[in-house]
């Protein structure tokens, strides 16, 4: 990875962070935005933006980390949840990739990372709002994929179960919490940041230069095991 030049969207805390400090410890040059001005530049994804400041002329790897985990019965959403959470992880996505694209031709060899979840293919209750707007990012994922695979672009994502980061924060809020997620996972445990950084690191890197439009699971086994 050293000298590539890699740009976060999200990347000042959980697996953002966790994979920045990857990346910069095997020598790559990393440019982190987020709504946060601490150590990052500023990008708020929910607002209409045309161009990314400061960002490199040529991205060999961009990753999209913004996510929401907003869980409860479906009649409790409202159509404003559902326009929420696809306008962070969906259209979020949508204006950072148009905005890279030229620096990521430049590249000549690039990798795109998005997040999905394990609720796509793995039906949970309570995940309609998520489900559907991460549905909707495979969706794109491998549309892309296909599409600027003559670019030497690859486009991938990977799809988690439950990681304890900061956006999970009240789903691990307690022991009996923490105990009830570590038993729905064949593996006996749930992820943490580095489980799901080390997936993006592979994807980002030339250890994967023929790995495009896939959807990697990394879930414990929750979504292939009983």
């Not at 479906?74 to 694209?101: C, P, W, Y």
Request: glycine residues 10%; proline residues 3%; hydrophobic residues 35%.
């Amino acid at each position: 990875m050293r000298d590539k030049k890699i740009v976060i969207i999200g990347g000042n805390s959980g697996i953002g962070e966790t994979l920045k400090d990857k990346l910069e410890a095997s020598g790559a040059e990393v440019s982190t935005y987020s709504r946060s001005q601490e150590k990052t530049h500023q990008l708020d994804v929910t607002t209409d933006f045309g161009g990314i400041d400061s960002l490199p002329e040529k991205i060999d790897g961009l990753v999209y980390c913004p996510g929401t985990i907003n869980l409860k019965p479906f009649h409790r959403f409202s159509v404003e949840d559902f326009r929420t959470d696809f306008e962070i992880n969906v259209l979020g996505a949508v204006k950072t990739l148009q905005a890279s694209l030229k620096s990521l031709k430049k590249a000549g060899s690039a990798s795109v990372v998005l997040f999905s979840t394990v609720a796509v293919q793995t039906g949970l209750g309570f995940h309609s709002s998520i489900a559907s707007a991460k549905g909707a990012l495979e969706g794109l994922t491998r549309s892309l994929a296909a599409e600027w695979a003559a670019n030497g672009i690859r486009v991938n994502a990977v799809a988690p179960s439950l990681t304890d980061t900061p956006l999970a924060n009240t789903l691990l809020s307690s022991e009996d919490k923490k105990e009830g997620a570590k038993k729905r996972h064949p593996l006996s445990r749930y992820g943490n940041t580095d489980d799901i950084a080390s997936a993006a690191y592979y994807l980002l890197s030339d250890d994967s230069s023929w790995v495009t439009g896939q959807i990697i699971k990394v879930d414990g086994g929750l979504s292939a095991l009983r």
